[in-house]
Protein backbone atom coordinates (compact mmCIF):
# COMPACT_ATOMS: atom_id res chain seq x y z
CA UNK A 1 0.00 0.00 0.00
CA UNK A 2 2.99 2.11 0.78
CA UNK A 3 4.75 1.95 -2.83
CA UNK A 4 1.12 2.31 -4.61
CA UNK A 5 0.76 5.39 -2.44
CA UNK A 6 3.79 7.04 -3.29
CA UNK A 7 3.45 6.33 -7.05
CA UNK A 8 -0.37 7.74 -7.40
CA UNK A 9 1.83 10.90 -5.34
CA UNK A 10 4.37 11.28 -8.03
CA UNK A 11 1.74 10.87 -11.03
CA UNK A 12 -0.16 13.60 -8.98
CA UNK A 13 2.72 15.65 -8.38
CA UNK A 14 3.60 15.20 -12.91
CA UNK A 15 0.20 16.56 -13.70
CA UNK A 16 0.00 19.40 -11.28
CA UNK A 17 3.49 20.87 -12.28
CA UNK A 18 3.31 20.14 -15.72
CA UNK A 19 -0.31 21.31 -16.43
CA UNK A 20 -1.54 25.34 -15.50
CA UNK A 21 -3.47 25.79 -12.26
CA UNK A 22 -6.78 26.63 -14.24
CA UNK A 23 -6.50 23.70 -16.53
CA UNK A 24 -9.38 20.77 -16.17
CA UNK A 25 -6.57 18.23 -15.42
CA UNK A 26 -4.98 20.31 -12.31
CA UNK A 27 -8.45 20.45 -11.27
CA UNK A 28 -8.96 16.57 -11.49
CA UNK A 29 -5.35 15.58 -10.15
CA UNK A 30 -6.41 17.29 -6.79
CA UNK A 31 -9.32 15.86 -6.62
CA UNK A 32 -7.60 12.64 -7.32
CA UNK A 33 -5.14 13.48 -4.49
CA UNK A 34 -7.72 13.80 -1.76
CA UNK A 35 -9.33 10.20 -2.61
CA UNK A 36 -5.97 8.89 -2.28
CA UNK A 37 -5.09 10.57 0.87
CA UNK A 38 -8.65 10.08 2.79
CA UNK A 39 -8.56 5.87 1.53
CA UNK A 40 -5.05 5.55 2.64
CA UNK A 41 -5.41 6.45 6.00
CA UNK A 42 -7.93 4.26 6.75
CA UNK A 43 -6.15 1.34 4.75
CA UNK A 44 -2.52 1.86 4.42
CA UNK A 45 -0.99 0.19 7.94
CA UNK A 46 1.77 2.27 7.59
CA UNK A 47 -0.68 4.76 9.16
CA UNK A 48 -0.47 3.09 12.30
CA UNK A 49 3.01 4.45 13.46
CA UNK A 50 3.38 8.22 14.57
CA UNK A 51 6.31 8.43 12.36
CA UNK A 52 5.37 7.73 8.88
CA UNK A 53 4.65 10.35 6.59
CA UNK A 54 3.44 9.90 3.08
CA UNK A 55 6.29 10.80 -0.04
CA UNK A 56 6.44 10.69 -3.59
CA UNK A 57 8.19 7.61 -5.48
CA UNK A 58 11.46 9.63 -6.11
CA UNK A 59 13.34 9.84 -9.56
CA UNK A 60 16.31 8.11 -10.28
CA UNK A 61 19.27 9.13 -10.35
CA UNK A 62 20.28 8.20 -13.66
CA UNK A 63 16.90 9.01 -15.41
CA UNK A 64 17.09 11.33 -18.63
CA UNK A 65 14.09 12.47 -20.57
CA UNK A 66 13.38 11.17 -23.70
CA UNK A 67 14.80 13.40 -26.96
CA UNK A 68 12.60 15.69 -28.45
CA UNK A 69 11.23 14.12 -32.07
CA UNK A 70 12.33 16.08 -34.80
CA UNK A 71 9.88 17.57 -36.94
CA UNK A 72 9.27 16.09 -40.31
CA UNK A 73 8.58 18.16 -43.42
CA UNK A 74 5.42 15.97 -43.45
CA UNK A 75 4.16 16.45 -40.13
CA UNK A 76 3.25 19.74 -39.63
CA UNK A 77 -0.64 19.60 -39.83
CA UNK A 78 -0.10 16.53 -36.60
CA UNK A 79 1.73 18.76 -34.88
CA UNK A 80 -0.96 21.69 -35.27
CA UNK A 81 -3.72 19.56 -34.09
CA UNK A 82 -1.94 18.29 -30.88
CA UNK A 83 -1.16 21.59 -30.07
CA UNK A 84 -5.34 21.88 -30.41
CA UNK A 85 -5.92 18.94 -28.40
CA UNK A 86 -3.88 20.58 -26.13
CA UNK A 87 -5.50 23.40 -26.03
CA UNK A 88 -9.11 22.03 -25.33
CA UNK A 89 -8.14 20.14 -22.47
CA UNK A 90 -6.74 23.01 -21.06
CA UNK A 91 -3.06 21.54 -20.97
CA UNK A 92 -0.19 23.41 -20.61
CA UNK A 93 3.13 22.61 -23.36
CA UNK A 94 5.74 22.46 -20.96
CA UNK A 95 8.87 20.30 -21.08
CA UNK A 96 8.54 16.68 -20.01
CA UNK A 97 11.83 17.01 -18.23
CA UNK A 98 9.90 19.59 -15.38
CA UNK A 99 6.89 16.86 -15.40
CA UNK A 100 9.22 14.73 -14.58
CA UNK A 101 10.92 15.74 -11.97
CA UNK A 102 8.05 17.42 -10.30
CA UNK A 103 9.54 21.16 -10.42
CA UNK A 104 7.26 23.58 -11.71
CA UNK A 105 7.67 27.46 -12.64
CA UNK A 106 6.62 29.71 -9.87
CA UNK A 107 5.05 33.52 -10.26
CA UNK A 108 7.46 36.04 -9.95
CA UNK A 109 6.93 37.98 -6.63
CA UNK A 110 9.16 40.70 -4.72
CA UNK A 111 10.62 38.64 -2.81
CA UNK A 112 12.66 35.11 -3.61
CA UNK A 113 11.28 31.85 -3.39
CA UNK A 114 12.17 30.23 -0.07
CA UNK A 115 13.26 26.55 -0.92
CA UNK A 116 11.52 24.68 2.19
CA UNK A 117 10.25 25.77 5.78
CA UNK A 118 14.62 25.49 6.79
CA UNK A 119 15.31 28.17 4.08
CA UNK A 120 16.26 31.76 4.70
CA UNK A 121 14.57 34.42 3.18
CA UNK A 122 15.62 38.21 2.70
CA UNK A 123 16.36 40.05 6.06
CA UNK A 124 14.71 42.81 7.53
CA UNK A 125 16.77 45.51 8.24
CA UNK A 126 15.97 48.44 6.72
CA UNK A 127 12.20 47.39 5.88
CA UNK A 128 8.72 49.34 6.53
CA UNK A 129 6.27 48.25 8.56
CA UNK A 130 4.46 47.76 4.92
CA UNK A 131 7.37 45.97 3.20
CA UNK A 132 7.98 43.57 5.67
CA UNK A 133 4.55 42.44 5.68
CA UNK A 134 4.50 42.48 1.90
CA UNK A 135 7.71 40.13 2.02
CA UNK A 136 6.28 37.57 4.57
CA UNK A 137 3.19 37.10 2.43
CA UNK A 138 5.37 36.81 -0.92
CA UNK A 139 7.19 34.30 0.74
CA UNK A 140 4.19 32.32 1.66
CA UNK A 141 2.98 32.36 -1.70
CA UNK A 142 6.24 30.35 -3.24
CA UNK A 143 7.03 28.31 0.14
CA UNK A 144 7.97 25.07 -1.36
CA UNK A 145 8.96 21.46 -0.36
CA UNK A 146 12.62 19.73 0.16
CA UNK A 147 11.65 18.36 -3.01
CA UNK A 148 11.38 21.74 -4.49
CA UNK A 149 6.93 21.40 -4.87
CA UNK A 150 4.94 24.97 -3.82
CA UNK A 151 2.92 23.22 -0.87
CA UNK A 152 0.54 26.18 -0.25
CA UNK A 153 -1.22 25.77 -4.10
CA UNK A 154 -4.67 25.03 -1.37
CA UNK A 155 -4.94 28.09 0.57
CA UNK A 156 -3.72 30.71 -2.74
CA UNK A 157 -7.20 31.20 -3.38
CA UNK A 158 -10.53 30.43 -1.51
CA UNK A 159 -12.17 26.60 -2.45
CA UNK A 160 -15.03 27.10 -4.92
CA UNK A 161 -18.76 27.83 -3.90
CA UNK A 162 -19.82 24.89 -5.27
CA UNK A 163 -18.06 23.21 -2.24
CA UNK A 164 -20.99 24.34 -0.13
CA UNK A 165 -20.21 21.71 3.26
CA UNK A 166 -16.77 24.03 3.30
CA UNK A 167 -18.59 27.25 3.57
CA UNK A 168 -20.95 26.16 6.01
CA UNK A 169 -18.33 24.25 8.65
CA UNK A 170 -16.06 27.06 8.14
CA UNK A 171 -17.51 30.29 9.16
CA UNK A 172 -14.28 32.53 8.30
CA UNK A 173 -12.98 32.04 5.18
CA UNK A 174 -9.42 33.55 4.30
CA UNK A 175 -6.42 32.67 1.68
CA UNK A 176 -3.27 33.66 0.94
CA UNK A 177 -4.59 35.76 -2.07
CA UNK A 178 -7.11 38.06 0.53
CA UNK A 179 -4.30 38.80 2.91
CA UNK A 180 -2.53 40.19 0.21
CA UNK A 181 -4.99 42.29 -1.05
CA UNK A 182 -5.20 43.28 2.76
CA UNK A 183 -1.77 44.18 2.84
CA UNK A 184 -1.18 45.88 -0.47
CA UNK A 185 -4.45 47.90 0.62
CA UNK A 186 -7.26 46.52 -1.74
CA UNK A 187 -10.64 47.68 -1.30
CA UNK A 188 -13.47 45.85 -4.09
CA UNK A 189 -12.37 46.43 -7.20
CA UNK A 190 -10.55 49.81 -6.50
CA UNK A 191 -6.94 49.97 -7.41
CA UNK A 192 -4.29 48.80 -4.70
CA UNK A 193 -3.28 52.50 -1.97
CA UNK A 194 -0.30 50.51 -0.88
CA UNK A 195 -1.43 50.88 2.69
CA UNK A 196 -2.11 47.94 4.51
CA UNK A 197 -4.86 47.00 6.67
CA UNK A 198 -3.25 45.73 9.31
CA UNK A 199 -1.81 48.63 11.33
CA UNK A 200 0.14 46.17 14.21
CA UNK A 201 1.71 42.95 13.86
CA UNK A 202 -1.29 41.57 16.02
CA UNK A 203 -3.97 42.22 14.11
CA UNK A 204 -1.40 40.46 11.05
CA UNK A 205 -1.22 37.63 13.09
CA UNK A 206 -4.84 37.23 13.48
CA UNK A 207 -5.82 37.15 9.84
CA UNK A 208 -3.51 34.61 8.64
CA UNK A 209 -3.97 32.19 11.37
CA UNK A 210 -7.43 31.78 10.10
CA UNK A 211 -5.62 30.12 7.51
CA UNK A 212 -4.06 26.98 8.71
CA UNK A 213 -6.95 27.10 11.94
CA UNK A 214 -9.50 26.46 9.10
CA UNK A 215 -7.30 24.23 7.39
CA UNK A 216 -7.19 21.94 10.84
CA UNK A 217 -10.42 22.73 11.44
CA UNK A 218 -12.14 20.92 7.80
CA UNK A 219 -9.39 18.52 6.85
CA UNK A 220 -7.91 15.10 8.87
CA UNK A 221 -5.33 15.20 10.77
CA UNK A 222 -2.44 13.90 8.90
CA UNK A 223 -3.81 14.86 5.54
CA UNK A 224 -1.27 16.62 3.04
CA UNK A 225 -3.15 19.97 3.24
CA UNK A 226 -2.78 19.74 7.19
CA UNK A 227 0.90 18.56 6.91
CA UNK A 228 1.43 21.83 3.95
CA UNK A 229 -1.07 24.23 6.72
CA UNK A 230 1.62 23.00 9.45
CA UNK A 231 4.33 24.36 7.19
CA UNK A 232 3.33 27.11 6.68
CA UNK A 233 2.06 28.42 10.11
CA UNK A 234 6.00 26.92 11.12
CA UNK A 235 7.41 29.34 8.26
CA UNK A 236 5.33 32.11 9.13
CA UNK A 237 5.90 32.67 13.14
CA UNK A 238 9.54 32.18 12.50
CA UNK A 239 9.52 34.98 9.79
CA UNK A 240 7.37 37.16 11.96
CA UNK A 241 9.60 36.76 14.77
CA UNK A 242 12.63 37.91 13.04
CA UNK A 243 10.31 40.97 11.08
CA UNK A 244 9.47 42.28 14.82
CA UNK A 245 12.84 42.52 16.20
CA UNK A 246 13.77 45.23 13.61
CA UNK A 247 10.54 46.62 12.14
CA UNK A 248 8.44 48.67 14.41
CA UNK A 249 5.17 49.28 14.23
CA UNK A 250 3.39 52.21 12.93
CA UNK A 251 1.98 54.52 16.07
CA UNK A 252 -1.34 53.95 16.86
CA UNK A 253 -3.89 56.69 16.53
CA UNK A 254 -4.83 57.99 20.26
CA UNK A 255 -8.14 58.49 20.89
CA UNK A 256 -8.93 61.73 23.30
CA UNK A 257 -11.83 61.01 25.66
CA UNK A 258 -13.47 64.96 26.91
CA UNK A 259 -15.33 64.32 29.95
CA UNK A 260 -17.98 66.42 31.04
CA UNK A 261 -17.04 69.06 33.63
CA UNK A 262 -18.19 68.01 37.19
CA UNK A 263 -22.39 68.25 37.58
CA UNK A 264 -22.70 70.59 40.27
CA UNK A 265 -23.81 69.03 43.74
CA UNK A 266 -27.80 69.32 43.77
CA UNK A 267 -29.23 70.94 46.69
CA UNK A 268 -29.35 69.59 50.03
CA UNK A 269 -32.88 69.26 51.42
CA UNK A 270 -33.21 70.07 55.26
CA UNK A 271 -36.13 69.10 57.17
CA UNK A 272 -36.76 70.35 60.83
CA UNK A 273 -38.97 68.48 63.00
CA UNK A 274 -40.81 70.22 65.53
CA UNK A 275 -41.58 68.91 69.55
CA UNK A 276 -44.42 66.75 70.53
CA UNK A 277 -46.98 69.58 69.79
CA UNK A 278 -49.28 69.14 67.10
CA UNK A 279 -49.31 72.30 64.26
CA UNK A 280 -52.62 73.37 63.87
CA UNK A 281 -51.55 73.93 59.99
CA UNK A 282 -53.05 71.91 57.29
CA UNK A 283 -50.15 69.22 56.68
CA UNK A 284 -48.40 66.34 58.38
CA UNK A 285 -46.79 66.48 61.77
CA UNK A 286 -44.35 64.00 63.63
CA UNK A 287 -44.92 63.15 67.21
CA UNK A 288 -41.16 62.43 68.29
CA UNK A 289 -42.21 61.16 71.53
CA UNK A 290 -44.11 58.16 69.29
CA UNK A 291 -40.83 58.08 66.78
CA UNK A 292 -39.03 57.25 70.28
CA UNK A 293 -40.83 54.47 71.22
CA UNK A 294 -40.61 53.20 67.57
CA UNK A 295 -36.69 52.84 67.97
CA UNK A 296 -36.85 51.69 71.40
CA UNK A 297 -39.08 48.55 69.69
CA UNK A 298 -37.28 48.32 67.11
CA UNK A 299 -33.80 47.90 69.19
CA UNK A 300 -35.36 45.69 71.56
CA UNK A 301 -36.21 43.47 68.52
CA UNK A 302 -33.07 43.12 67.52
CA UNK A 303 -31.50 42.50 70.20
CA UNK A 304 -33.92 39.69 72.14
CA UNK A 305 -34.40 42.20 74.94
CA UNK A 306 -37.60 43.98 76.72
CA UNK A 307 -38.12 47.70 75.92
CA UNK A 308 -39.09 50.71 77.63
CA UNK A 309 -42.25 51.68 76.86
CA UNK A 310 -43.21 55.65 77.10
CA UNK A 311 -46.94 55.36 75.77
CA UNK A 312 -49.95 54.57 76.83
CA UNK A 313 -50.53 52.12 79.72
CA UNK A 314 -53.10 49.90 80.40
CA UNK A 315 -55.37 50.75 83.50
CA UNK A 316 -56.33 48.02 85.92
CA UNK A 317 -59.73 47.67 84.62
CA UNK A 318 -59.26 47.43 81.00
CA UNK A 319 -59.21 51.42 80.22
CA UNK A 320 -56.38 52.71 77.97
CA UNK A 321 -55.38 56.22 77.71
CA UNK A 322 -56.10 57.05 73.49
CA UNK A 323 -53.56 59.74 72.22
CA UNK A 324 -54.94 61.96 69.85
CA UNK A 325 -52.55 63.45 67.13
CA UNK A 326 -54.72 66.05 65.00
CA UNK A 327 -57.99 65.74 66.30
CA UNK A 328 -58.03 62.65 65.60
CA UNK A 329 -58.05 59.74 68.11
CA UNK A 330 -55.61 56.23 67.41
CA UNK A 331 -57.60 52.63 68.07
CA UNK A 332 -55.64 51.08 71.07
CA UNK A 333 -53.83 48.48 71.33
CA UNK A 334 -54.20 45.12 72.55
CA UNK A 335 -51.30 42.68 73.05
CA UNK A 336 -52.14 39.10 71.38
CA UNK A 337 -52.00 36.11 73.84
CA UNK A 338 -51.13 32.60 73.24
CA UNK A 339 -49.44 29.52 74.64
CA UNK A 340 -45.82 29.32 74.04
CA UNK A 341 -44.23 25.96 72.92
CA UNK A 342 -40.38 27.09 74.19
CA UNK A 343 -39.08 26.91 77.04
CA UNK A 344 -37.04 29.88 76.85
CA UNK A 345 -39.41 32.64 76.55
CA UNK A 346 -40.47 33.82 79.75
CA UNK A 347 -42.47 36.49 79.75
CA UNK A 348 -43.89 39.44 77.24
CA UNK A 349 -43.67 42.65 78.55
CA UNK A 350 -44.96 45.30 75.89
CA UNK A 351 -44.93 42.68 72.98
CA UNK A 352 -41.59 42.29 73.28
CA UNK A 353 -40.37 38.67 74.17
CA UNK A 354 -37.88 38.01 76.56
CA UNK A 355 -35.82 34.88 77.40
CA UNK A 356 -32.55 33.88 79.05
CA UNK A 357 -30.74 33.53 76.18
CA UNK A 358 -30.67 37.08 74.24
CA UNK A 359 -29.85 37.49 70.94
CA UNK A 360 -31.06 34.10 69.57
CA UNK A 361 -34.63 35.27 68.39
CA UNK A 362 -36.24 38.42 66.88
CA UNK A 363 -39.19 40.25 69.35
CA UNK A 364 -43.15 39.46 69.11
CA UNK A 365 -42.99 42.98 68.00
CA UNK A 366 -41.81 41.29 64.11
CA UNK A 367 -44.57 39.48 64.30
CA UNK A 368 -48.05 41.09 63.17
CA UNK A 369 -51.18 40.86 66.15
CA UNK A 370 -53.50 38.18 65.45
CA UNK A 371 -57.32 38.49 65.72
CA UNK A 372 -59.10 36.63 68.76
CA UNK A 373 -60.56 33.67 67.45
CA UNK A 374 -64.29 34.81 67.29
CA UNK A 375 -66.42 35.22 64.39
CA UNK A 376 -69.39 34.08 62.87
CA UNK A 377 -67.16 31.60 60.25
CA UNK A 378 -65.98 28.73 62.83
CA UNK A 379 -64.66 29.39 66.19
CA UNK A 380 -62.51 26.45 66.17
CA UNK A 381 -58.86 26.32 64.90
CA UNK A 382 -58.43 25.77 61.42
CA UNK A 383 -54.78 24.11 61.57
CA UNK A 384 -55.18 21.81 64.69
CA UNK A 385 -51.46 20.83 64.49
CA UNK A 386 -48.47 22.13 62.58
CA UNK A 387 -45.59 19.18 62.86
CA UNK A 388 -41.95 20.79 62.52
CA UNK A 389 -39.38 17.82 62.00
CA UNK A 390 -35.40 17.21 60.01
CA UNK A 391 -35.90 15.85 56.76
CA UNK A 392 -35.50 11.60 56.70
CA UNK A 393 -32.56 11.75 54.39
CA UNK A 394 -30.52 13.59 57.16
CA UNK A 395 -27.31 11.88 58.48
CA UNK A 396 -27.47 12.89 61.79
CA UNK A 397 -27.26 10.87 65.53
CA UNK A 398 -30.98 12.39 66.70
CA UNK A 399 -33.61 13.95 64.44
CA UNK A 400 -35.84 16.58 65.66
CA UNK A 401 -39.62 16.48 65.93
CA UNK A 402 -42.27 19.06 67.36
CA UNK A 403 -45.77 19.33 67.04
CA UNK A 404 -47.56 22.78 67.41
CA UNK A 405 -50.60 23.20 68.87
CA UNK A 406 -53.01 26.33 67.81
CA UNK A 407 -53.36 29.24 69.97
CA UNK A 408 -56.94 28.98 72.10
CA UNK A 409 -56.96 32.79 72.13
CA UNK A 410 -55.63 33.95 68.69
CA UNK A 411 -55.30 33.04 64.99
CA UNK A 412 -51.63 34.14 65.27
CA UNK A 413 -48.83 33.17 66.95
CA UNK A 414 -44.95 33.16 66.50
CA UNK A 415 -42.33 29.79 67.54
CA UNK A 416 -38.58 30.04 67.74
CA UNK A 417 -36.39 27.04 67.88
CA UNK A 418 -32.74 26.95 68.16
CA UNK A 419 -31.28 24.17 66.23
CA UNK A 420 -27.42 22.36 65.44
CA UNK A 421 -26.22 23.22 61.73
CA UNK A 422 -26.61 20.10 60.88
CA UNK A 423 -30.63 20.28 60.75
CA UNK A 424 -30.82 22.51 57.95
CA UNK A 425 -33.01 20.51 55.99
CA UNK A 426 -36.63 20.72 57.58
CA UNK A 427 -40.00 19.16 57.13
CA UNK A 428 -43.57 21.09 57.91
CA UNK A 429 -46.58 19.00 57.65
CA UNK A 430 -49.86 21.10 58.97
CA UNK A 431 -52.95 19.75 59.78
CA UNK A 432 -56.09 20.96 58.66
CA UNK A 433 -59.68 20.77 60.44
CA UNK A 434 -61.95 18.48 59.24
CA UNK A 435 -64.66 21.59 59.49
CA UNK A 436 -62.73 23.00 56.21
CA UNK A 437 -62.59 20.55 54.06
CA UNK A 438 -65.88 21.37 52.91
CA UNK A 439 -64.85 25.18 52.25
CA UNK A 440 -62.80 26.64 49.66
CA UNK A 441 -58.95 27.31 51.20
CA UNK A 442 -55.61 27.81 50.76
CA UNK A 443 -52.45 27.12 52.26
CA UNK A 444 -49.48 29.30 51.83
CA UNK A 445 -45.85 28.48 52.55
CA UNK A 446 -42.78 31.04 52.21
CA UNK A 447 -39.08 30.78 53.78
CA UNK A 448 -37.21 33.64 54.31
CA UNK A 449 -39.74 35.67 52.12
CA UNK A 450 -40.00 32.78 49.48
CA UNK A 451 -42.73 30.91 48.63
CA UNK A 452 -42.02 27.47 48.26
CA UNK A 453 -44.94 24.98 46.84
CA UNK A 454 -46.02 21.60 48.74
CA UNK A 455 -43.73 18.22 47.72
CA UNK A 456 -45.90 15.37 45.84
CA UNK A 457 -46.01 12.22 47.76
CA UNK A 458 -47.21 8.74 46.48
CA UNK A 459 -50.95 8.11 46.49
CA UNK A 460 -50.56 5.39 49.46
CA UNK A 461 -49.26 7.84 51.62
CA UNK A 462 -50.28 11.61 50.82
CA UNK A 463 -53.31 13.10 52.72
CA UNK A 464 -55.11 16.28 51.55
CA UNK A 465 -55.57 17.04 55.50
CA UNK A 466 -51.66 16.82 55.97
CA UNK A 467 -49.81 18.27 53.31
CA UNK A 468 -46.15 18.26 52.97
CA UNK A 469 -43.44 21.12 52.78
CA UNK A 470 -39.86 20.63 52.36
CA UNK A 471 -37.41 23.50 52.83
CA UNK A 472 -33.95 24.26 53.42
CA UNK A 473 -32.90 26.86 55.80
CA UNK A 474 -29.18 28.56 56.35
CA UNK A 475 -26.96 29.10 59.49
CA UNK A 476 -28.06 32.25 61.76
CA UNK A 477 -32.11 33.36 61.95
CA UNK A 478 -34.61 31.96 59.67
CA UNK A 479 -38.41 32.93 59.50
CA UNK A 480 -40.72 30.24 58.32
CA UNK A 481 -44.23 31.84 57.60
CA UNK A 482 -47.21 29.56 57.10
CA UNK A 483 -50.48 30.66 56.16
CA UNK A 484 -53.61 29.55 55.88
CA UNK A 485 -56.91 30.83 54.36
CA UNK A 486 -60.34 29.60 54.03
CA UNK A 487 -63.91 31.21 52.62
CA UNK A 488 -67.42 30.78 53.32
CA UNK A 489 -68.61 26.86 52.54
CA UNK A 490 -69.97 26.53 49.15
CA UNK A 491 -73.61 27.79 48.06
CA UNK A 492 -73.58 29.63 51.63
CA UNK A 493 -74.95 33.13 51.22
CA UNK A 494 -73.27 35.88 53.68
CA UNK A 495 -74.49 36.53 57.19
CA UNK A 496 -74.77 39.74 57.76
CA UNK A 497 -71.41 42.63 57.77
CA UNK A 498 -68.94 39.74 59.05
CA UNK A 499 -66.16 38.55 57.43
CA UNK A 500 -65.90 36.87 53.82
CA UNK A 501 -62.19 34.68 54.97
CA UNK A 502 -60.58 33.24 58.03
CA UNK A 503 -57.20 33.37 58.31
CA UNK A 504 -54.58 31.61 60.57
CA UNK A 505 -50.70 31.76 60.61
CA UNK A 506 -47.85 30.34 62.20
CA UNK A 507 -44.69 32.14 62.10
CA UNK A 508 -41.59 29.76 63.25
CA UNK A 509 -37.87 31.40 63.78
CA UNK A 510 -35.76 28.47 63.13
CA UNK A 511 -32.21 29.42 64.49
CA UNK A 512 -29.63 27.46 63.05
CA UNK A 513 -25.80 27.87 65.25
CA UNK A 514 -22.56 26.81 64.47
CA UNK A 515 -22.00 23.10 66.36
Known sequence: MTTLESDLRRMI?????????????????????????????????????????????????????????????????????????????GVSTRRASSAATGVSNPPKSATPA????????????????????????????????????????????LPSRELRDYYRVIKRPVSLKSVQKAVQGVRGREKPTGVSSFKSWATFEEEASCIWKNAY????????????????????????????????????????????????????????FGGPKASSAIGVSVDSEALKRQQDLVNAGMNGQAAISAGPKVQPGGSQDVP??????????????????NSNEKSVVNGVKTESTMGQSPALAA???????????????????????????????????????PSPTTTQQSITITLPSS????????????????RPYRTFVTVNNNRIASTPQRPDESDAKKPLYECRVGLGMNRIDLEFVAGLPRGAPKVGTGPDLEIEKITVFAHLVKT
Open 13 to 89: GNAKSFNEKSSQVFSDAEKIRKAVSNFMVENNPAYRSRDYKPFPTPVPEDWQPPPLKEKKADEPEVEAKDEVDRSAR
Open 114 to 157: VDGTDGLGERFDGNTFQVAQEKIVAEMLNLKNDEGEIIVGPFIT
Open 217 to 272: HYNEDGSDISEAARSLEKYFYRRLEEAKKVVAEPPQPKVKLRMPAKSPEPPKITLK
Open 324 to 341: ITNGVSAPPRTSPQRTSS
Open 367 to 405: VQSGANRTGPLDPQALITNLSISTHAGLKIDKHFHLDVS
Open 423 to 438: YYFLQLVPTISANVMH
